[in-house]
């Protein structure tokens, strides 16, 4: 069954410094999707991403953070100046064009800032 | 403001004990609902979807249902490995784009089967 990559799984960074978390999207879908999900709390929307552009961002998606589709396949999610705060599980997640279902999720990163 | 609310936050059953998670919503002309699994260090795994009041889906011991406020899923004798948390979710549309732009989620429910 086609499935999301997310790469890396785990990630330790310094405060301050620059991530970039990296997702393969399922091949004929078109909707991308970026959410985190803080220890213990709900899974929350970041951005989502449609023909090349942002179609909406949540008031936690600032200037820090930033997604590309570089290429046909991948689907990135940059953190220009990583705070504690923004240690959490980030999942990618793509949709095909026409349907009501299938958002799939991928399995996550780990992102810890010390 | 879109709300999905779900109860209760936890629920610890025996194996085999029957019993139903709620999702409650208050969004402006729902166009369906979703209901994933999520294992602990994991992504959520789509369920179902549901669409209008009245529709039910099953899937082994899992059923959804739908009704104009809420949606039940209704685990009939669980197993051990049907524990994980339970996420409802809807979607958001924004003006001007045919699609939905982004699901919210609720809270989860953490379910716990005891063998």
């Known amino acids: 069954e086609p499935e999301v990559t997310q790469t890396p799984s785990h990630q330790v960074t310094q405060m301050g410094q620059e991530v970039i978390l990296r997702c393969v999207p399922i091949?004929?879908?078109?909707?991308f999707y970026w959410y985190r999900q803080i220890l213990g709390q709900k899974v929350e929307f970041l951005v989502s991403?449609?023909?090349?552009?942002?179609?909406?961002k949540s008031e936690i998606f600032d200037d820090q953070f930033s997604v590309e589709r570089p290429d046909g396949s991948n689907f990135t999610l940059k953190i220009r100046s990583t705070k504690l705060e923004d240690s959490a599980m980030y999942f990618c997640a793509s949709r095909a064009p026409g349907t009501g279902d299938g958002y799939t999720f991928g399995s996550g990163t780990r992102l810890t800032v010390v | 403001e879109d709300q999905v609310t779900q109860s209760p936050e936890a629920l610890r059953l025996q194996e085999g004990e029957s019993s139903s998670l709620n999702c409650s919503y208050t969004?402006?002309?729902?166009?369906?609902l979703f209901w994933y699994r999520q294992d602990p260090g994991k992504g959520p795994e789509f369920l179902f979807t549901l669409y209008s009041a009245g529709e039910e889906k099953e899937k082994e011991r899992l059923k959804a249902t739908l009704t104009k406020k809420e949606s039940f899923l209704h685990i009939t004798a669980p197993k051990p490995e049907d524990s994980a948390t339970y996420l409802c979710?809807?979607?958001?549309?924004?003006?001007?784009?045919?699609?939905?732009?982004?699901?919210?989620f609720g809270s989860g429910t953490r379910l716990s089967i005891r063998p």
């Open positions: 969004v402006s002309g729902l166009r369906g």
């Open positions: 991403f449609y023909n090349n552009e942002i179609s909406e």
């Open positions: 091949s004929n879908h078109l909707y």
């Open positions: 979710a809807v979607p958001r549309f924004t003006p001007g784009y045919s699609s939905a732009s982004k699901i919210i």
